[in-house]
């Protein structure tokens, strides 16, 4: 079962630890994937009308649907930034 964060899997698909060991609790934060138009209009140090008024004129990039959500990927956005400087 894939979600919207990322996640520290094993081949075997179960979660593991700091230790590798399955089950083991990990204290560390995990990225997200996905985040919504707020989140991402914040990253880009923009507001978020601004941001808005971008996307829909394609000089940012596109969301996803997901279960209804419009999201973006977070790679999308550092991608963005990466060949805009």
Do not use: C
Not at 36 to 45: D, G, I, K
Not at 60 to 69: D, N, R, T
Request: glycine share 8%; proline share 7%.
């Amino acid at each position: 079962m894939s979600t919207l964060y990322g996640n520290a899997q094993s081949p075997e698909g179960l979660s593991t630890g700091s230790n590798g060991a399955p089950g083991a609790a990990t204290k560390q934060p995990q990225e997200k994937l996905l985040i919504p138009a707020a989140q991402a209009a914040e990253m880009l140090s923009m507001g978020r009308s601004t941001f808005w008024n971008k996307v829909k004129l394609h000089q940012l990039p596109q969301p996803v649907k997901v279960a209804g959500l419009t999201r973006w990927r977070v790679a999308d956005l550092r991608r963005f930034v990466e060949i805009a400087v």
